[in-house]
């Protein structure tokens, strides 16, 4: 599709009836749904042929603006609910949005089995390290040393690296993008729905409000900067720079493996209908 045939965003937004939104000013969660409806966009899809899933946080507001099939559901579950509609409905484009909270805390369990069924699902996890909607608590991708309500003397738990967990988990597709970034994130996204299987894209955000004020990045720009500076491309790593002390961004796992639906159907069901069929017989 060229630019000039790309359905407009508001086509794919309930901007009559859902906006303002309810985010703070400077946060990340927009330019995420921002990237995620461009990425539709580019890729021709139908909003009927697309279905977002969210559980609780700051992302969890995403299905109200977004004008696909959507489901906002309970804390940590999203997952869940995405496994069943991408059963009842295996045409369908899932995408899953949760925060780092909601994703590898109480839904932890849920990403890793994900993972390891393999289910066409594009799961975009927005890590801003804090639970930025309930107050400003640790949560599981916390920096050691940072500050937040609930570690007033500094953060001592090592925090989980998203990426590592969907790599080993056994996610078909795990790409790392930011906020700061953002046309890169943008086809990051692209590829990750059109991968079969289940695939991740991690996007590190700014969360001023929760965590930047309680450390030395009061603003929503410094934040930014702080993406910009401390990040590296994998193409920049493969050229030679160094990434020494910094986070990589880019597609960083892109593999072939058998996908939980069509083992399901092509298999499971296939066999039982088989076997059924002789019984009647």
């Keep these: 599709m060229t630019m000039q045939t790309l359905p407009p965003i508001h086509e794919y937004l309930r901007s009559h009836k859902k906006f303002p939104h309810v985010w703070c000013a400077g946060c990340g969660a927009g330019n995420v749904l921002g990237s995620i409806i461009r990425a539709v966009g580019h890729l021709g899809l139908d909003r009927d042929e697309v279905a977002m899933v969210s559980g609780i946080g700051c992302s969890g507001r995403m299905p109200v603006y977004a004008d696909f099939n959507t489901l906002h559901t309970t804390h940590g579950r999203a997952l869940a609910f995405a496994t069943g509609i991408k059963l009842a409905k295996p045409n369908m484009q899932v995408l899953v949005v949760m925060g780092d909270g909601d994703a590898l805390a109480i839904g932890g369990n849920h990403f890793i089995h994900a993972a390891r069924r393999n ?11 804090i639970y930025g909607l309930t107050g400003g608590q640790v949560s599981p991708t ?3 040393g940072a500050y937040a309500t609930t570690a007033t003397y500094g953060q001592i738990e090592r925090p989980f690296d998203i990426a590592k967990i969907a790599d080993a988990a056994g996610a078909s597709f795990v790409a790392r993008g930011t906020v700061y970034h953002i046309l890169e994130l943008e086809k990051l996204i692209e590829q990750a729905i059109v991968k079969r299987g289940f695939s991740v894209v991690e996007v590190i955000s700014q969360c001023h409000t929760a965590y930047g004020r309680l450390n030395m990045m009061p603003t929503a720009v410094e934040m930014l900067k ?30 072939e493996l058998p996908e939980f639906t069509d083992v399901y159907f092509n298999q499971v069901v296939a066999r039982a209908q088989e076997l059924t069929g002789r019984a009647e017989r």
């Design 119 to 129: 289910v066409d699902l594009t799961a975009i996890v927005v890590n801003n390290g």
């Design 142 to 144: 916390t920096p050691m």
């Design 226 to 255: 702080w993406q910009r500076d401390n990040t590296i491309s994998v193409a920049a790593v493969a050229a030679g720079k160094s990434a020494e002390g910094k986070i990589t961004r880019g597609v960083l796992v892109d593999r």
